[in-house]
């Protein structure tokens, strides 16, 4: 059963506009969520994180929004930039256990 | 260089082989963790270490899954008579911290892609 959702397998942006991934998780005791960006044949490489207790965190052109109530996260890129272009993935872990828990990834391709 | 390094990048093994899949983690860090990833799936739990004791490993498929960190530091995932199931990306990262702290990032390797046929 997948805990962390990405329903959009890719999503195609002009270079300049606004990026928007999103992620749904199902597991309430979700408190700490991160994203990852990977590119082909490396693995992937932490982006930003947010814990439970925030519904915002920015870091340059990346902003993740949290809304704990719906379970939903979303990772926003402005400007988007074609080195943009990668597979995001979402992450989330609970307080208890060891396993962070991905998402199956959205392929963003900024569109020079 | 200072990052997590796997090895090998690849690996074609016949099927009923078995096959050994190396993680350099960052010096010092406490925690290591072995994922798969599937074609087109995300990252999928295997294994983790809290140095060198294996303190989870829930996610490991069959009992033809074995992994090791003896001295807290380097770590072997091996898989035994290999299946076509098992062709996937096997990805190791390290963490500064334990997971007792629900903090702080996963450091990934570039991970060991295994073919099994």
């Known amino acids: 059963d997948q805990q962390v959702k990405q329903n959009s397998p890719s999503l195609s942006v002009q270079e300049g506009r606004i990026s928007i991934l999103n992620c749904d998780y199902t597991?309430?005791?979700?408190?700490?969520f991160l994203w990852y960006k990977k590119y082909p044949a490396e693995g992937p490489t932490f982006l930003i994180s947010i814990s439970s207790i925030k519904d915002k965190n920015e870091d340059g052109r990346f902003t993740v929004f949290l809304n704990k109530s719906a379970k939903h996260l979303s990772l926003h890129i402005v400007p988007s930039q074609p080195g943009d272009s990668a597979v995001y993935f979402c992450a989330a872990s609970a307080p208890t256990g060891n396993q962070f828990y991905f998402g199956t990834g959205t392929s963003l391709t900024v569109i020079p | 260089g200072a990052g997590v390094s796997q090895s090998p990048r690849y690996k074609v093994a016949k099927r009923g082989q078995d096959v050994a899949l190396r993680c350099d983690p960052i010096?010092?860090?406490?925690?290591l963790f072995w994922y798969q990833q599937a074609l087109g799936q995300g990252p999928e739990f295997l294994t983790y270490?809290?140095?060198?004791?294996?303190?989870?490993k829930s996610g490991l498929p069959s009992d033809r899954f074995f992994a090791e960190r003896p001295e807290g530091s380097v770590s072997t995932l091996k898989i035994q008579r290999t299946q076509q199931e098992d062709s996937a990306v096997y990805l190791c990262a390290s963490s500064p911290v334990g997971r007792t702290l629900n903090t702080g990032e996963l450091f990934f390797g570039e991970g060991s892609r295994l073919t099994v046929l």
């Open positions: 010096s010092g860090h406490v925690s």
């Open positions: 270490f809290q140095n060198e004791a294996q303190l989870d």
């Open positions: 597991n309430s005791m979700f408190d700490y």
